[in-house]
């Protein structure tokens, strides 16, 4: 018998995961505030030591492929964009959670890391090749940090993952998030928008995290947002990176439709740059000596 | 044990005795995996995508991502360990192309690369003789080069062969 969830319990495991560092949550919501600038990032990085050596580490990596080094932080942030600095920031702090060995999933070790990366570059794909009127940058962070909730139930869904798919298969329930629910009282986007609250992340991405498996019942103003990362991690999971026994077991919302235009031409273009960008963010991560 | 690791897109071949032929979570992505009996060699490409004509330059670059060239480079390859170039005599199997749920006619990915890869398969004269082919799973492929023997992976499931 599977112990059920509360919202006690998950708070619980909440206090329990360190916090984000004052300039992860600071580049959050200045990158959230669309009339930002390219300096308000650099003020920031630049009171963080470690954040800023890792900015370093990451844009002279090999994979880059840098002929000159980079040694000021101004160029290394208009270098990699606001996009990566954030990624950094966010994979630096959260990494308890982006590299706990998920069992409840049966996940590989750090396979969280590497669908949520891959969501990120695939929303911010989603984005600019629809040509769709939302901030692409927005778009790649929230994708990283949209299973978040991941991390903090897996523990609980331990042994599950055979039942779940056997009981998907036969149709008795309908994905893997209502399985989740059914399993231990709680789904791990719920999760996620609990970590959402207490970590008081901008509200677009606690939306993003809360709603991307129904994102029809995000608020109307979040909606493109949410559907872009829908298909961002529906195309990390086509792309083979999906968490772990969970993968492809979720519902396509075809809704997305309303929000987004894209032919069959334009998704195959995105999973082929999806691919691309995603090898190199995983190699420069890797070689910055990030545990990722 | 050696193995040889394929990426998204990459193809390759052994006939090296206890040689395995890996590729990782095939979501969309379909594995065409060729067994030639005579020379003993196998041979697997990992397609992303059904066509080249999407991105000419890439298929140039890696000519395994797409169906239409993947199965020629596959070929060129297994040439070069004794292997009829136009595939006659070989044994084929198909695994992968799977589809997310609900998926709607854009996102069946999966299924436009199987029919895509018979169709130039038949180019060939070469049919699959057995397939593991869509669902909403991720699959794992390990080919082992002394038997020809594939065996499949998902996280949750049983392993099984094909």
Redesign the interface.
Known sequence: MTEKVDREKIRRVISSVPLLSASATQLLQTTTDPDHDLQSIVRIVKTDATLTARVLKVVNSAAFGLINEITTLDRAISYLGERLIVGIAIGDCASQLFNKDLQG????HGSLWRHDLRTAIASREVVTQTGADINPDLAFTAGLLHDIGKALISDYLSGT??E??AKISAEQTS?YLSAEEEMIGFDHTRAGHELALAWKLPATIAEVIRFHHTPAAAQPEYRSLVYAVHLGD?IA??????T???????????EYSEYLH????T???I??AV?EEF?KLERSFAEAGDTH | MGQIILGVGDYGASNRPGEEVKTFALGSCVSVILLDPKTRTVGMVHVALPEAAINKAKSLQKPGYFADTGIPALLNEMAKFGCQPKGKGMVVKLCGGANVMDTNDTFQIGKRNALSIKKVLWKYGMGAVAEDLGGNFSRTVTVSVDTGEILLSSPGRPNWKL
């Open positions: 999933y049966e996940a590989e993952a055979a779940i798919i994905d529906n999971m086509m792309g083979g990176c999906g772990g026994a969970d993968s492809m077991h979720y519902r396509l919302d075809t894209l032919d069959s031409n998704l195959a273009s999973l082929l691919n090898n």
